[in-house]
């Protein structure tokens, strides 16, 4: 009898202890994040009328319970240009936008997408009127607008984290194309 005892007891044991390492192989692999954390460094073109610059980081799946999320921000700019008025005025106008939103990882190389874009055009001009001074120069004045729009698109890593991206502005009806790296 007491060797039936001392079997269940050692078989207890060891079940216990297989059951341990069992669960804490588990919660080794459930801490692991999905997709390998990244960051992206990518210079955008966006398709206006003028054309417009700017430079896009995005940071990927550093949060392991939202390992498929990530976020991105981005800033571009336009050149600035004249603006046609009647003579001795003067004028010109120059645009940025600022881009932000969330994508969502499909693969390790492939996500989607899409945030809003704050479209920012401010427009300088003078008055026609110059002043009565031997270096008299003309007053300038500005006027700010900002609109709001949205995105969205995709990225994809292609080799060795070179990244390629397309996407859509609202705001601008304009096709919003990346190139870049991540890390």
Request: hydrophobic letters at 35%; proline letters at 3%; zero cysteines.
């Amino acid at each position: 009898m007491k060797s039936n005892v001392i079997s269940l007891a050692t078989l207890s044991g060891l079940s216990m202890l297989s059951a341990s390492v069992f669960a804490n192989t588990l919660n080794e692999e459930d801490s692991k994040p999905a997709f390998k954390p990244t960051v992206a460094l990518l210079v955008d073109y966006i398709a206006t009328d003028e054309g417009m610059w700017g430079v896009t980081l995005a940071a990927k799946h550093f949060d392991p319970d939202y390992a498929s999320w990530s976020y991105y921000i981005g800033y571009s700019w336009g050149d600035k240009y004249q603006l046609d008025v009647e003579k001795p005025a003067e004028a010109n106008m120059e645009e940025y936008m600022w881009r932000f939103g969330l994508s969502y990882s499909l693969t390790q190389d492939l996500s989607i997408y899409g945030g809003a874009t704050a479209y920012t055009y401010e427009t300088n001009y003078t008055n026609n009127i110059s002043p009565r001074d031997v270096n008299g120069k003309p007053r300038w004045e500005s006027d700010r607008d900002r609109e709001w729009g949205g995105e969205v698109g995709l990225h994809y890593n292609l080799y060795k984290g070179f990244v390629l991206g397309a996407g859509y502005d609202t705001r601008n009806q304009a096709a919003v194309i990346s190139i870049g790296f991540s890390m």
